[in-house]
Every structure is written in C-alpha cells, then in structure tokens.
C-alpha cells in the first residue's frame, strides 16, 4: 500500500498514486506529447481546475459508493472533528471490503469518540480485517 501522505488522490476515479510517479507521468505525456500534463494518469481525464470541480467529482464518487473515496471523506471528517461522519463513512467503505477503513474504524472502537462507544472486540475485529486487507499499520499493531 502507497504511504497516503505522499501520495495524491484524483477525484476523477479515485485512484492513488505516489506523488513521484505521478511526476514521473506527466514529464513522460509532455515529452511525448500523447495527453495533456494535467489530465489523470490513469482515466486521462481533465483535472479539476477548481475546489469546487474537485469537490463535485467527490461527491460523485461518494453517490457511487466508491470505497476509497468514502474511506478518504471519512479521515477528513476525523481530522475535522467531526467523529461520528467519519465513523459512517468508514463503515460504508468497510462493508464494501476496504483495509483503510477498518483500521480507522478500529481507532474508533478504541478511541470511543463521536457517541461510538468503546469496544475492545470490535477493536480487534476492524484491526484484523484491515490487517487480512494488507493494511501496513494494522498488520504492525497486531
């Protein structure tokens, strides 16, 4: 799994990609001159120019139930404060299979914040299933 922090993540199909070889794919299209330098590396489609472009695309991939996209809604609303939203979404996406967000559910399991209350079985459960999904941190804390 790609190290979020360096990574970016395209609204347009939800995809993640390190920030180098994102780089790396634009300097490679400008060379080549095969697509636009800012279009997706992965669905060629325009980047959003705005916040508002961005976040319409996102809204987009939520109404889909796109799981990598619910599970990145619901670490903006944790680091937001907003812990119960983020505890929603994460479960949306977990139910659909996503590592990432079993482990943040198990955070909230272990934290007890946004009315979700402590619970050391579910804790685990969550840790498992992303650890079983490949996630790096859960598979370490276990």
């Known amino acids: ?11 347009c199909c939800s995809k993640l990609i390190c920030r180098g070889c994102d780089f790396a794919n634009h300097i490679s299209a400008q060379e080549k001159e095969e697509m636009p330098s800012n279009s997706c590396a992965f669905c060629r489609e325009p980047l959003p120019a705005t916040k508002e472009e961005n976040d319409r695309n996102t809204m987009k991939r939520i109404e889909v139930n796109d799981p990598v996209t619910l599970r990145q809604w619901g670490y ?3 680091s937001e404060g907003d812990y119960k939203g983020a505890f929603e979404y994460w ?15 198990s955070h909230s ?3 007890g914040k946004g009315g979700v209350e402590k619970d050391e079985k579910l804790e685990l459960y969550h840790l498992e299933q ?5 996630h790096p941190y859960a598979r370490y804390n276990l």
């Open 76 to 78: 903006i609303r944790y």
């Open 91 to 105: 479960t949306k996406a977990a139910k659909l299979g996503d590592a990432g967000a079993h482990y943040g559910l």
């Open 1 to 11: 799994p790609l190290d979020e922090s360096k990574s970016s993540l395209y609204s």
């Open 130 to 134: 992303a650890a079983i999904g490949g």
């Open 109 to 111: 399991y272990q934290e």
